[in-house]
């Protein structure tokens, strides 16, 4: 058992041990929708009742899911909360390697590839393989968590909740899209929450130096906001209907960077 951290960041961010119960609860919750026993009932009743919104606001919510697209919305954490910046960041590598050993070991058929599309409503390009687990869910619940967990208790209570709507918006987005199954969103949304409390573990035990402006790991962070703004503007994030949606981002991660550059500059001569 490791000692618990005693930076004052991670006194100010206590973790309870029952919150370590939430991944198993939803986990739990979730086994009649990830053995099927509910398909896929299940999944045409809230696709259908998806349907009726505008496709652009579910491939926005997605869009919440996808990394370059994350990087850009918390991009002006840099500047006005660079450790709630790191917090996610260190639940990032959890959140990669849950999602990637999930889809290598199973072989799990998309909604596309056992229903006619014809009876759904598909969003973007049709899926078929490499269902189990949702990798957008896991990513939104990943960040969303290893953000919660970063705020003071007070914090949590005015502003946590908002977390949690996102990150459900966005493992919603992905029955809504036909891309993946209920099964695969509760578990993505359990691989999620276990990420962002692991790399709760990691960020309670940095020093507060390396919050500071010109610490290595908010250069790193900027480098890749940096490289969100290249893929925002370049590629096509999962859906067309995202373009605009890609356009404001951009301009959000370009100004955060520059805002996070004048920062940098003033606190090296400030140091000098």
Same mark, same amino acid.
């Given at each position: ?12 961010? @206590? ?6 119960? =939430?991944?198993?609860?939803?986990? +739990?919750?979730? /086994? ?31 869009? #919440?899911?996808?990394? =370059? ?9 840099? +500047? #006005? ?29 998309? @909604? ?41 208790? +007070? ?25 993946? =199954?209920?099964?695969?969103? /509760? ?6 929450? #276990? ?26 962070? /900027? ?31 370009? #100004? ?17």
């Amino acid at each position: 058992m490791l000692p618990a951290p005693t930076t004052p960041h991670a006194l100010a961010s @206590p973790v309870a041990s029952r919150s370590w119960w =939430w991944p198993v609860v939803i986990f +739990v919750l979730g /086994a009649p929708l990830w053995l099927q026993i509910w398909e896929p009932a299940f999944f045409m009743a809230v696709n259908r009742w998806c349907a009726p919104v505008v496709a652009e606001f579910w491939t926005g919510l997605s869009l #919440l899911g996808n990394g =370059w697209g994350l990087l850009a919305v918390t991009a002006p954490l840099l +500047v #006005l909360a660079p450790r709630l910046m790191v917090a996610w960041l260190c639940a990032a590598p959890f959140a990669v390697l849950f999602a990637r050993t999930g889809k290598f070991f199973i072989e799990s058929p998309r @909604p596309a590839a056992v229903l006619d599309p014809a009876q759904m409503r598909v969003v973007g390009e049709l899926l078929h393989n490499v269902s189990m687990p949702s990798g957008h869910t896991l990513t939104a619940f990943a960040v969303a968590s290893g953000i919660y967990y970063a705020l003071t208790p +007070v914090q949590r209570r005015r502003f946590g909740w908002l977390l949690w709507v996102l990150a459900a918006g966005a493992g919603l987005s992905r029955i809504a899209v036909a891309a993946h =199954w209920p099964g695969d969103v /509760a578990v993505g949304a359990s691989l999620g929450i #276990l990420s962002g409390l692991l790399g709760h573990q990691l960020w309670s035990r940095l020093s507060e130096r390396q919050f500071a402006t010109g610490a290595w790991g908010l250069r790193l962070a /900027a480098v890749l906001v940096a490289l969100s703004v290249y893929h925002l503007v370049t590629e096509e994030l999962d859906f067309p209907e995202n373009h605009v949606y890609q356009q404001v981002l951009a301009v959000v991660a370009v #100004l955060s960077l520059l805002a996070y550059a004048r920062a940098a500059w003033r606190s090296m001569f400030k140091e000098k």
